[in-house]
């Protein structure tokens, strides 16, 4: 099944990167160092997040309550993958890189109190984006795919009455009362 390889494909690419990355960071990069790999604008820099999405802090708990909300997100993203027809590529794709990159932040979030592992630092001189993983990088570009394919899918809406690309009833026309 062609959507099978994608989503798991991509799932399992994303997590075994980003494992496989994480391990070498905390190895070889000392904490809050700066390593620069392209200059000042590409960096690798050793930190942990144990909230959330930059930075976001729930308190103790944090550890336990975004764990949840992962394992939920890879239960929703399988059951979405799961409702996407054979023919499709993109919209497992996406799915896959998303369940992937939460998987992988899942796996810190289990395996250590000191939260996810993040070392890619991109930016200029004082101007730095939030440091992040492979996970959160497969998080964003299947979060990008799914807003591609959902707003590409809109735009092929037919007229009411008629089926949509997936078999769905279309909008409303201009012209209906």
């Known amino acids: 099944?062609?959507?099978?390889?994608?989503?798991?494909?991509?799932?399992?690419?994303?997590?075994?990167l980003d494992v496989a990355t994480k391990y070498l960071a905390e190895r070889h990069l000392a904490m809050h160092v700066p390593v620069p790999v392209?200059?000042?604008f590409l960096r690798f820099t050793l930190a942990y997040n144990p909230g959330a999405a930059f930075s976001m802090s729930l308190g103790p708990y944090s550890r336990y309550i975004f764990g949840v909300f992962a394992a939920i997100a890879l239960f929703v993203l399988w059951r979405l993958y799961r409702q996407t027809r054979p023919v499709e590529f993109m919209l497992p794709l996406g799915l896959g890189l998303a369940w992937g990159g939460a998987a992988g932040n899942l796996v810190d979030r289990i395996r250590s109190p000191r939260g996810v592992v993040d070392f890619i630092d991109i930016g200029t001189n004082a101007w730095r984006f939030w440091t992040f993983n492979?996970?959160?990088?497969?998080?964003?570009?299947?979060?990008?795919?799914?807003?591609?394919?959902?707003?590409?899918?809109?735009?092929?809406?037919?007229?009411?009455?008629?089926?949509?690309?997936r078999g769905e009833p279309g909008g409303t026309s201009a012209g209906a009362a």
């Open 1 to 16: 099944m062609r959507n099978g390889r994608a989503f798991w494909g991509a799932a399992l690419l994303i997590l075994l």
């Open 38 to 40: 392209a200059g000042n």
């Open 134 to 165: 492979i996970a959160d990088a497969g998080v964003t570009v299947g979060a990008v795919i799914l807003a591609w394919f959902l707003a590409r899918e809109d735009a092929t809406k037919t007229p009411a009455g008629e089926a949509g690309p």
